[in-house]
């Protein structure tokens, strides 16, 4: 079965750096959704990219999506304490509207 | 605009006992999921509800977890009876009817511990 793959697996930066998460499928799809999870807490969306976009963007975050190697990345930019969290790739398959998640990343951004 | 909303945010029961969860979706949402994060695996997708009707349940894991969605707002997951594998986090997520935003928001989740 279909299954995203995040790397790293966990990520330590500075403040003010940029981070970048990679994730891995491997059936075709419909969109692929990014989405954080801070410590203990829910898992909020951050970004949707559909199959036939290749690169997004949202104020701090770039999503780009090749789906020829298909794989996708996320960039946060000038990262700040309060991106810390774990990070977690879905991608919603071409027949179903189950989203596969990924293991995640962890991100810690140091002050 | 309300979020999902799940409800308890937190069990502890014994193996053998039955739990219930609850979920309402965000208002107006058709598309009503179910997810679980049993202890370091993935977030794994359980069923899809379309308004009332199971559209896909083929993630439960077997015959003691029931769910339903009865007039096509809220929905509950029960699990009868417990086993201690069933512990993790209960997610519930919701989106929209097919061909608008296919987002899936989530709720925050019920965090379960079968003792």
């Known amino acids: 079965s279909q299954q995203g793959e995040e790397d790293p697996q966990a990520l330590s930066i500075q403040e003010g750096e940029n981070a970048t998460m990679n994730c891995s499928y491997k059936?075709?799809?419909?969109?692929l959704q990014w989405y954080r999870q801070n410590s203990g807490r829910g898992l909020v969306h951050l970004i949707l990219i559909r199959s036939n976009e290749r690169e997004k963007h949202s104020g701090r975050l770039r999503v780009t999506l090749d789906t020829s190697k298909k794989s996708s990345s996320l960039l946060i930019t000038a990262s700040r304490a309060a991106d810390t969290a774990s990070y977690f790739c879905a991608t919603d398959p071409e027949y179903g509207n189950k989203l596969v998640f990924g293991a995640g990343t962890i991100l810690r951004v140091k002050s | 605009e309300a979020g999902v909303t799940q409800f308890p945010s937190h069990s502890v029961i014994e193996k053998g006992q039955t739990v219930t969860l609850r979920c309402d979706p965000i208002s107006g949402h058709d598309n009503l999921y179910w997810y679980r994060r049993v202890m370091g695996k993935e977030i794994k997708f359980l069923l899809h509800?379309?308004?009332?009707?199971?559209?896909?349940e083929s993630g439960m894991p077997n015959n003691r977890f029931l769910a339903e969605r009865t007039g096509g707002t809220y929905s509950t997951l029960k699990v009868q009876p417990a086993e201690l594998e069933d512990s993790g986090v209960y997610f519930c997520?919701?989106?929209?009817?097919?061909?608008?935003?296919?987002?899936?928001?989530f709720g925050p989740g019920t965090r379960l511990l079968v003792l």
């Open positions: 997520a919701s989106s929209q009817i097919a061909g608008m935003d296919e987002t899936q928001y």
């Open positions: 509800f379309v308004k009332e009707s199971k559209q896909d």
């Open positions: 059936t075709s799809i419909n969109n």
